[in-house]
C-alpha cells in the first residue's frame, strides 16, 4: 500500500512538472536560450513625441506603435494593429536604419488619403515619405521634441 502511494505521488509530481515546464516556456521565454533583443538603442532614440519641420505632421512613438497627426487631426491611432519593426542591433546608430511599417495606409473614414512608403531614422531624425492617391510623394522630416516641454 505504501509502495503504491509513493508511486502515485511520483506520477503525479512528474505530470504536474510537465505542465508547470510547460506553461514557463510558452509564458516566459521569448526567444531561444542565450538570446537578448540588442534592438533597445534605436528603440530608445525613436521613443516620444517628433513634429515636421514645417509644423504640419505629429508623430508620437511608443515601443514599436506610433500615432501620426496631420494639420492636427489624428489620422492614425495609437493602438495595436499599427505599428512598425526594425532590425537594428548595434552599439552606435549610425547611418540610416530602416523602419518597416505594418499597416501603411493612412486613412480618413473609408478613405485612403496616403500611405507611409518609406520610413527611417537617420541622424537624429525621423524621416517619412508619403504618397498620395494623386501620384504626389511628399517626404516629411520629423524633429523630436524635448521631453521637458
Same mark, same amino acid.
Given at each position: 500500500?505504501?509502495? +503504491?502511494? &509513493?508511486?502515485?505521488?511520483?506520477?503525479?509530481?512528474? @505530470?504536474? $512538472?510537465?505542465? /508547470?515546464? %510547460?506553461?514557463?516556456?510558452?509564458?516566459?521565454?521569448?526567444?531561444?536560450?542565450?538570446?537578448?533583443?540588442?534592438?533597445?538603442?534605436?528603440?530608445?532614440?525613436?521613443?516620444?513625441?517628433?513634429?515636421?519641420?514645417?509644423?504640419?505632421?505629429? +508623430?508620437? &512613438?511608443?515601443?514599436?506603435?506610433?500615432?501620426?497627426? @496631420?494639420? $492636427?487631426?489624428? /489620422?492614425? %491611432?495609437?493602438?495595436?494593429?499599427?505599428?512598425?519593426?526594425?532590425?537594428?542591433?548595434?552599439?552606435?546608430?549610425?547611418?540610416?536604419?530602416?523602419?518597416?511599417?505594418?499597416?501603411?495606409?493612412?486613412?480618413?473614414?473609408?478613405?485612403?488619403?496616403?500611405? &507611409?512608403?518609406?520610413?527611417?531614422?537617420?541622424?537624429?531624425?525621423?524621416?517619412?515619405? /508619403?504618397?498620395?492617391?494623386?501620384?504626389?510623394?511628399?517626404?516629411?522630416?520629423?524633429?523630436?521634441?524635448?521631453?521637458?516641454?
Amino acid at each position: 500500500m505504501i509502495i +503504491l502511494i &509513493i508511486g502515485l505521488c511520483l506520477i503525479a509530481a512528474l @505530470i504536474t $512538472g510537465c505542465f /508547470l515546464r %510547460e506553461k514557463a516556456e510558452k509564458e516566459y521565454m521569448l526567444d531561444g536560450p542565450g538570446m537578448v533583443y540588442e534592438g533597445w538603442l534605436l528603440d530608445e532614440a525613436l521613443a516620444g513625441k517628433w513634429t515636421s519641420q514645417d509644423g504640419r505632421y505629429a +508623430l508620437e &512613438i511608443e515601443g514599436f506603435r506610433f500615432s501620426l497627426g @496631420i494639420d $492636427g487631426e489624428e /489620422l492614425v %491611432e495609437m493602438g495595436n494593429i499599427n505599428g512598425f519593426y526594425h532590425g537594428f542591433s548595434g552599439t552606435e546608430l549610425t547611418g540610416r536604419q530602416e523602419l518597416t511599417v505594418y499597416y501603411p495606409e493612412i486613412s480618413r473614414g473609408d478613405e485612403t488619403i496616403a500611405s &507611409i512608403e518609406e520610413l527611417w531614422y537617420e541622424d537624429g531624425h525621423i524621416h517619412m515619405v /508619403l504618397s498620395f492617391p494623386d501620384d504626389e510623394n511628399e517626404e516629411i522630416i520629423f524633429d523630436k521634441e524635448e521631453e521637458n516641454q
